[in-house]
T-cell receptor, first 111, second 114 residues
Framework: GDSVTQMEGPVTLSEEAFLTINCTYTATGYPSLFWYVQYPGEGLQLLLK?????DKGSNKGFEATYRKETTSFHLEKGSVQVSDSAVYFCALSSGNTPLVFGKGTRLSVIA | NAGVTQTPKFQVLKTGQSMTLQCAQDMNHNSMYWYRQDPGMGLRLIYYSASEGTTDKGEVPNGYNVSRLNKREFSLRLESAAPSQTSVYFC?????????????FGPGTRLTVL
C-alpha cells in the first residue's frame, strides 16, 4: 500500500539556520503530496502541497518540490525562526483514498 | 467560520466506560475523518466518511464506531474503553475525497483511559 517515510527527529537548529526535512514516498498512480504542521497544543494545518511532478509548493518561506524520479518531497527553509518550532508531517493522497501520513518530525529552533 | 470543532477537549475514562467524541464542521464539506495520534506513530486513520450517509474503516477501526449524523457532524464512539485507546483524537474534513483536496483539522481531544 501507499506509504510515507520521513526523517526521524527531533531536529534542533539555531535561529537563522537552514532546514531540510526529508520525505520519500511509495504510491501507486500519481499522488498529491502535502506538508502539514502542528504547533504545540493545536491540530494540524496545511503548510504546502504539490499535485504533480516538478511542482513546487511554497508558503511562509518553506518550499518543497515534487520529485517523481526520486519519489521525494523534501521540506526546506532558508532561515528558520523560533516560531517555526513545531511537528512537521509529510503526507500523500492517491486516487480517492484518504491522506497517508508520515510519523512526523519535531523541530526545535533555539534563539 | 469556526472551521472544525471538537468536544470535549479533554476526557478521562475508566476501563470499560463508553463515550462519544463529537465533531462538527461549518465549511459545507462532504468528507470527514477521525484520526488518532500516538507518540512516534504519526496519525492513523480510524474511520472516514466520504459523503453523507457513508462510512468506511481506516487503518485502526477496532474498538470504535462512527456515525455521520448529517453533513456537518461526524461522531466517534468508544463502546468499552481500553487503556490502549489513550491517545489524542483529531477530526478533519475536506471538500471531497479527491486526490488534491486539503484536509482541515480540529484542535483535538486528549483522552486518557485508566
Amino acid at each position: 500500500g501507499d506509504s510515507v517515510t520521513q526523517m526521524e527527529g527531533p531536529v534542533t537548529l539555531s535561529e537563522e539556520a537552514f532546514l531540510t526535512i526529508n520525505c520519500t514516498y511509495t504510491a501507486t498512480g500519481y499522488p498529491s503530496l502535502f506538508w502539514y504542521v502542528q504547533y504545540p497544543g493545536e491540530g494540524l494545518q496545511l503548510l504546502l502541497k504539490a499535485t504533480k511532478a516538478d511542482d513546487k509548493g511554497s508558503n511562509k518561506g518553506f518550499e518543497a518540490t515534487y520529485r517523481k524520479e526520486t519519489t521525494s518531497f523534501h521540506l526546506e527553509k532558508g532561515s528558520v525562526q523560533v516560531s517555526d518550532s513545531a511537528v512537521y508531517f509529510c503526507a500523500l493522497s492517491s486516487g480517492n483514498t484518504p491522506l497517508v501520513f508520515g510519523k512526523g518530525t519535531r523541530l526545535s529552533v533555539i534563539a | 467560520n469556526a472551521g472544525v470543532t471538537q468536544t470535549p477537549k479533554f476526557q478521562v475514562l475508566k476501563t470499560g466506560q463508553s463515550m462519544t467524541l463529537q465533531c462538527a464542521q461549518d465549511m459545507n464539506h462532504n468528507s470527514m475523518y477521525w484520526y488518532r495520534q500516538d507518540p512516534g506513530m504519526g496519525l492513523r486513520l480510524i474511520y472516514y466518511s466520504a459523503s453523507e450517509g457513508t462510512t468506511d474503516k481506516g487503518e485502526v477501526p477496532n474498538g470504535y464506531n462512527v456515525s455521520r449524523l448529517n453533513k456537518r457532524e461526524f461522531s466517534l464512539r468508544l463502546e468499552s474503553a481500553a487503556p490502549s485507546q489513550t491517545s489524542v483524537y483529531f477530526c478533519a474534513s475536506s471538500e471531497d475525497q479527491g486526490v488534491a483536496n486539503t484536509q482541515y483539522f480540529g484542535p483535538g481531544t486528549r483522552l486518557t483511559v485508566l
